[in-house]
């Protein structure tokens, strides 16, 4: 499919909306930002509605998605120490980086939206082509926004993708942070992966964490961001209210 599709692209008819949960900052007992995450427009889980996503209508759905989180974090984020926002992509719903983001920098103007608070975060869940995949980020790093790896351990090529492009930050995947507290096999891995990270320039953000004993563990690790239950969890069109102790 061409950039033609970012004119008379096949709509995605199922209306939705989004919640959000904030990956907060430890250091400064502060959120970082928050992550908008796809919800029925009763509040229900993402799946009904990425089911009915494909190859003819990922497009106009990938792009309903930067609309609608966009405008929501508008009317929600503080404008004073505005945090950031998270925006899930999908690399092949993005056929010519500068020409399907218009909708994008329409959204962010017309809201009043700063595009240096703006993070594309992606997940390999296929396997992409990383010339192309390259070009979406490096054109979005020009325009002004931040990038992010997410699901970072689990996708098809995070190690090699990192030795061509540094994003501003990396998501580690959950399965290294699920129970790190007693695994001193985990413990290793993230500690070097954190190591790695911080020689390249690049900010870690560990996610999926539920525990006070994983929380404890990670911070030891130096760990800065952090996203999971344990800190909140995503409230429908709304933000969510961070643990006060963690906050103090």
Same mark, same amino acid.
């Given at each position: 499919m061409s950039c033609q599709a970012c004119k008379n692209g096949i709509s995605f008819r199922s209306a939705f909306s989004m919640a959000f949960q904030p990956i907060m900052d430890v250091r400064v007992g502060q959120v970082f930002a928050h992550e908008?995450?796809?919800?029925?427009?009763?509040?229900?889980?993402?799946? $009904?509605?990425?089911?009915?996503?494909?190859?003819? $209508?990922?497009?106009? &759905? #990938?792009?309903?998605?930067?609309? /609608?989180?966009?405008?929501?974090?508008?009317?929600? !984020?503080? /404008?004073?120490?505005?945090?950031?926002?998270?925006? @899930? !992509?999908?690399?092949?719903?993005?056929? *010519?980086?500068?020409?399907?983001? /218009?909708?994008?920098?329409?959204?962010? %103007?017309?809201? #009043? &939206?700063?595009?240096? /608070?703006?993070? !594309?975060?992606?997940? *390999?869940?296929? %396997?992409?082509?990383?010339?192309?995949?390259? @070009?979406?980020?490096?054109?979005?790093?020009?325009?002004? !926004? %931040?990038?992010?790896? #997410? #699901?970072?351990?689990?996708?098809?090529?995070?190690?090699?993708?990192?030795?061509?492009?540094?994003p501003d930050l990396v998501k580690l995947d959950m399965d290294l942070i699920r129970g790190i507290d007693t695994d001193r096999v985990k413990q290793v891995v993230v500690r070097r992966t954190l190591d790695m990270l911080r020689d390249l320039g690049v900010t870690a953000v560990c996610e999926g964490i539920e525990t006070a004993g994983e929380f404890a563990t990670l911070t030891d690790l130096g760990v800065d961001l952090i996203q999971g239950y344990y800190i909140a969890r995503p409230t429908f069109e709304g933000l969510s209210d961070i643990s006060l102790a963690l906050a103090a």
């Open positions: 908008a995450l796809v919800r029925g427009l009763d509040g229900s889980g993402a799946a $009904n509605v990425l089911s009915l996503v494909d190859h003819d $209508n990922r497009y106009a &759905f #990938d792009q309903q998605c930067r609309v /609608r989180a966009i405008e929501l974090a508008a009317s929600l !984020f503080p /404008r004073s120490d505005m945090p950031h926002l998270s925006i @899930n !992509f999908m690399p092949n719903a993005v056929y *010519e980086p500068r020409a399907c983001i /218009r909708q994008t920098l329409e959204t962010a %103007k017309r809201t #009043d &939206f700063p595009l240096d /608070r703006i993070i !594309f975060e992606f997940t *390999e869940v296929e %396997k992409l082509d990383t010339a192309h995949l390259l @070009n979406i980020l490096r054109s979005y790093r020009e325009i002004g !926004f %931040k990038t992010a790896i #997410d #699901d970072f351990g689990a996708g098809y090529s995070g190690l090699n993708l990192l030795t061509s492009f540094q």
